[in-house]
T-cell receptor, first 115, second 114 residues
Framework: DGGITQSPKYLFRKEGQNVTLSCEQN?????MYWYRQDPGQGLRLIYYSQIVNDFQKGDIAEGYSVSREKKESFPLTVTSAQKNPTAFYLC??????????????FGPGTRLTVT | AQSVTQLGSHVSVSEGALVLLRCNYSSSVPPYLFWYVQYPNQGLQLLLK??????LVKGINGFEAEFKKSETSFHLTKPSAHMSDAAEYFCAVSASHYGQNFVFGPGTRLSVLP
């Protein structure tokens, strides 16, 4: 069954700690994305990657970092520099970023709570 | 630059009634348009999309949407609401010529009353 997995589903951290969210896809998609979702604000793009070893900042990249060492994997690190990290994080992928017609497929999300 | 507005952050309908969720977009190039549904604490699932061709698009779960260029709209409808339709719905626009650059609307929460 092809799809996107994110782990863990729920994550709790103390303020000042870095935390890494996992995202894996077996859809053979070139492009991958990280979004942050807050109540009433829709989805905001954090980072995206069009191909292995390449990634670009989205609209709200400050305080976050990513890597893309394998086509299947696009982990997101929430650093201690992120001022308000508590949110629902969604990973997505698409066949390619070369055309706007390709839909994005989403993982189940990780809810991060920082206290 | 593209943008999406969704009129009404919360819409309530009775079971069996018509569902109408509004989406208006702004795009400097011909758009691709999408509707996604999100159930609580889950990811987004594609309901339908418009790329080219027929302007009335049918999707999953009995939903459909019509692309109206003159009105810059892509409203989502379903003739008869089910309790299972209660969820959050997101409209998204993507540019057609400059690669994929999804812009999501703020979402509309649909409640279905018994």
């Amino acid at each position: 069954d092809g799809g996107i997995t994110q782990s863990p589903k729920y994550l709790f951290r103390k303020e000042g700690q870095n935390v890494t969210l996992s995202c894996e896809q077996n859809l053979n998609h070139d492009a991958m994305y990280w979004y942050r979702q807050d109540p009433g604000q829709g989805l905001r793009l954090i980072y995206y990657s069009q191909i292995v070893n390449d990634f670009q900042k989205g609209d709200i990249a400050e305080g976050y970092s990513v890597s893309r060492e394998k086509k299947e994997s696009f982990p997101l690190t929430v650093t201690s520099a992120q001022k308000n990290p508590t949110a629902f994080y969604l990973c997505a992928s698409s066949i390619s970023r070369t055309s706007g017609s390709y839909e994005q497929y989403f993982g189940p999300g990780t809810r991060l709570t920082v206290t | 630059a593209q943008s999406v507005t969704q009129l009404g952050s919360h819409v309530s309908v009775s079971e069996g009634a018509l569902v109408l969720l509004r989406c208006n977009y702004s795009s400097s190039v011909p758009p691709y348009l999408f509707w996604y549904v999100q159930y609580p604490n889950q990811g987004l699932q594609l309901l339908l999309k418009y790329t080219t061709g027929a302007t009335l698009v049918k999707g999953i779960n009995g939903f459909e949407a019509e692309f109206k260029k003159s009105e810059t709209s892509f409203h989502l409808t379903k003739p008869s609401a089910h309790m299972s339709d209660a969820a959050e719905y997101f409209c998204a626009v993507s540019a057609s010529h400059y690669g994929q650059n999804f812009v999501f609307g703020p979402g509309t929460r649909l409640s279905v009353l018994p």
